[in-house]
Structures are given as C-alpha cells and as structure tokens.
C-alpha cells in the first residue's frame, strides 16, 4: 500500500498460502512461477500493494482534508480527532478517513470482476457497519437499511464491497473474533450480496424488497423491534420543550447550541429553495413547513464533524404542538469517491451543488423515501435536508459478540448493499445508468464466485493492515501534538 512500488503482501491471505505451499516443494524462482500462472488462470486482479508504513503521507492527508473546515467549527474538528484517537480505535479512524481510502483506490489494483458497466454504479460511497440501522420509511414500515449517503457517487460497485468488508474486518478484531471467523463473516456477506443480486436478475423485485421483522432475525431483528417501539413524543421530548407559551422549542445543551441572529435570518431564508427541491408531487401545503426554532447540533458522526449541521423545528402536518418535526440539514462537500474518479458523476447531473448530489443519491438508493428529503444553500455553503427520524436506531456492533451473531447480521447487510446497487440503476434514471446493474454483475460473477469472494477477501485483509499502520501514525502524531487540522 506504500505510495511507490509495488509487491506482494506476505501475509495470511490465499496470495500467501500459494506462495508458501508452493515454495516448500519448488525452487523460489519456479514456485513463483507458478504463483503467477494461478492468478492469470483463476482471474485473480494484480497482486496487491504491501501495507506498510507511511507516516508522513497518512498525516498530511489528514491535515488536508480537514483543514478547510478549521475556520468554521474548530471544536468540532478536536473532537474529531480525539474520537479518531481511541484506544483500539481503528474502526472509528476508518469511519474518519474514507477520503485516504478513496485516495488509495486511485492506484491500488482494479478488480478482475468489473467491466465498463458495473464501473460507474450508485454508490453509497461509505459502507460500514454504522452507516447501517434500523428506520421508518414513508410507508411506515420498520426496516433496516442504509442511513447515510453523504459520500454518494458514482463508481465501481466493488468499491462498496470491498469498504465494508475491511469494517467488517476492524469490528470483528475489535470484538474479539479470531481470524478465520472474520473471514467466514466476509464470505457470508459477499455470499448474500451476490445471491441477492442474482435473485434480482431479470425481475423488478428489488424495488419492493425490504429487511423487516418478519424475514430477519438476531441482532438485526432486535434492531428493527426497538424503531417499531418508538414514538414521536418521546423524540421531541428529547430535544424539545413547551414555554409558557405552549410554543414548543428545542433545548439548549451542550450538543444543541443557540445560532446568531445572522444565522437564523439566513437559514430562514433558505427555507424557500429548500421547499422548491421537493417534487410538487411530494411537497407539502406550506404551513407543514413554518420554521419555528433553530440549533446548530455539535458532535455528532465523525467523518462529517468539522462541517454545520443544524436541527430545525418545523410545524409539521397541523399547529398541534406534538406532531412537530425536526430536519436535520448537514453541510455536504464534495464526495470523497470523487478523488478516485474525479468527474465520473457529471456535475450537471445535480446542478453543482453538493447536497443535491446527496439528495439525488438518497432517492436513487432509499425504498419509499421520506418526503421531506431535499437541499437548499446557505451563505454560499451546500446542505442537504431531511427529517431526523423518531424511529431511527442506529446499528451497535457492539452486540457482534459471537460468530453467529455477526455473521447473520452481515449477510443482512448483504442484502441492504445489493438492494442499494439493484434499484439505483436504469430503475431509478435510465440518462445515468443505462444498464440493469443486478443483471451486469450476476453475470460477470457468476462460474467464478469462490474467486470473486477471495479476491474482496484478500483486499480486504490486506486494506484492513494498511488502516492498522495509519490509525498508529495518527496517533503518534495526535500525542506528539503535530497540526492536524
């Protein structure tokens, strides 16, 4: 993985046990001999690039990226950091950094299962076990699915696969399973996300698919009964209280903080293109939509810590103070899968303006997608809007505590990933995906799928050793009180 030369990663991946097996019977410059002629028959993509140190590179990308953001909220930027720092935190470092991974992505090995139209797919963009959780969608059903697309873009579909599976790796580490029970829990969610998108091949079902109570179990399912038990009281109670004037207002905490009179007037302002980004079909009568307070919300995610995000009080369906909803609207910059592919999404196709690419991108990959989401520009800056769900849980892979359970869970998770890709295709804007994406990658995979499955596997591995050495380089640099932002 150095920024240079390449080589082979002697570690314990199928590269390595042919290696090894082949060089005990052989001499060296036959057994790698043979090494190669196994890839080009087996199909396996180029030999990977060694995880290796690379201290100074893997600080300045950090410095860089977040930066720009110093003026804004600079606290918000400590925290960040001092999340990144936690001990055995190279999970939340991973969450912290996709933009080093995309980085990475630009000179790293393609994928020998990808061809000219299942490179440039919907991505999520950030796979992980967090981006994952259970939710409420317009229909009212609880499901469990995708909860965040600000990284969205175009891309090659492997890209999403193979970022979770290096998540899957971290937490499984994190957790305590053994190596070889982490790799079965990568197989099972490759092995649902392509029996999936075979399943979806030549039918229309991924537009009605969903994970519910009653096609899940385990943690998941755990996950999905504790959205169906929540309640929009209880959630404004929360965030929110009554004055004296029977006005319902938000709370001010130390995650919830007051915005200037300035602030205020603009977001106001903005509410109006907001409400325009929102097809007349969706849109509500304009009373839903009355602003009746305003907090910047602090500490919240980690990638996206260092940019606005403001919790807004609006009066929802009637003046009845208990049906209020809150928007949650993010600042969005430009996607960190833009660094691997500058330009693969025209910026036409969301006027140039962020948080349409993140809004155009919900809508591409969400089954019955909440009506309120949108965008809208403040002062120059890009958000994205939608409403903070009563009903969201977000995953805890802290639950992950045996093989069994985790492996369930990431065989849903297969699932979500190939609905995502399946119905963001020609189902959802032929103009930008021309092709059915279910049936393009079924097709490339399918006769070689043990091959597919070590191929991300051993990418993998290898991606998960890289984020060891740069979580430790960023640490060192993090105590020794070098400039990170």
């Not at 060296?28 to 028959?41: D, G, M, N, Q, T």
């Not at 175009?154 to 971290?170: F, K, N, P, T």
Request: hydrophobic content about 35%.
């Amino acid at each position: 993985m150095a920024q240079g030369g390449k080589k082979l990663l002697l570690n314990d991946s199928l590269y390595t046990r042919v290696f090894y097996a082949s060089e005990t019977i052989m001499p060296k410059h036959i057994s790698a001999i043979v090494v190669f002629v196994l890839i080009l028959i087996l199909g396996f993509a180029s030999p990977v690039e060694a995880a290796t140190p690379r201290s100074t590179w893997v600080v300045n990308e950090i410095y860089q990226y977040n930066h720009p953001f110093a003026f804004q909220l600079p606290q918000e930027l400590a925290t960040k950091m001092q999340k990144m720092t936690a001990k055995d935190g190279f999970f939340t470092f991973y969450r912290g950094t996709a933009h080093i991974f995309y980085r990475d992505i630009q000179t790293l090995p393609s994928s020998g299962f990808v061809n000219s139209s299942t490179s440039a797919v919907w991505l999520e963009g950030d796979m992980h076990l967090q981006n994952l959780g259970a939710i409420r969608d317009s229909k009212d059903n609880n499901v469990f699915d995708t909860t965040d697309f600000d990284e969205g873009y175009l891309g090659s579909y492997v890209w999403d696969l193979r970022r979770m599976a290096v998540s899957i790796l971290l937490v499984a580490k994190k957790n305590g399973l053994n190596s070889t029970d982490a790799e079965d829990v990568v197989r099972n969610f490759l092995d649902a996300y392509f029996n999936k998108m075979n399943d979806f091949k030549g039918s229309n079902d991924e537009l009605s698919y969903r994970l519910e109570s009653s096609n899940t179990n385990g943690v998941v399912k755990d996950l999905i009964q504790k959205a169906s038990e929540k309640s929009r009281s209880k959630f404004l109670k929360k965030y929110t209280v009554l004055n004296n004037s029977n006005n319902r207002l938000f709370k001010t905490t130390s995650k919830l903080q007051p915005v200037s009179s300035s602030t205020y007037s603009d977001i106001a302002g903005a509410m109006s293109s907001y409400i325009a980004s929102i097809p007349i079909s969706k849109r509500y009568k304009d009373s839903y939509y009355i602003l009746k307070d305003i907090r910047l919300k602090l500490g919240s995610g980690v990638g996206s810590l260092g940019k606005y995000r403001y919790y807004l009080l609006i009066e929802g369906p009637s003046s009845a103070t208990d049906n209020d909803r809150i928007l949650e609207m993010k600042q969005e910059g430009s996607s960190s899968v833009a660094i691997a592919v500058p330009g693969l999404l025209p910026s036409s196709v969301y006027e140039n303006q962020e948080g349409a690419r993140v809004t155009i991108t919900t809508k591409a990959m969400s089954s019955n997608l909440d009506p309120l989401v949108g965008y809208t520009t403040v002062s120059s800056i890009p958000f994205m809007v939608r409403e903070k769900s009563p009903y969201q849980v977000d995953f805890d892979y802290k639950l992950l505590t045996s093989k069994s359970k985790f492996m369930d869970a990431m065989g849903y998770a297969g699932k979500v990933v190939a609905k995502n890709h399946a119905i963001s295709d020609r189902d959802y804007d032929a103009a930008i995906i021309p092709v059915s994406v279910d049936k393009e990658v079924t097709d490339i995979v399918s006769g070689n799928k043990a091959v597919f499955k070590d191929e991300i596997f051993n990418f993998a591995v290898d991606y998960a050793t890289q984020v060891e050495y740069d979580y430790t380089s960023f640490v060192d640099a993090y105590k020794q009180g070098v400039k990170l932002y």
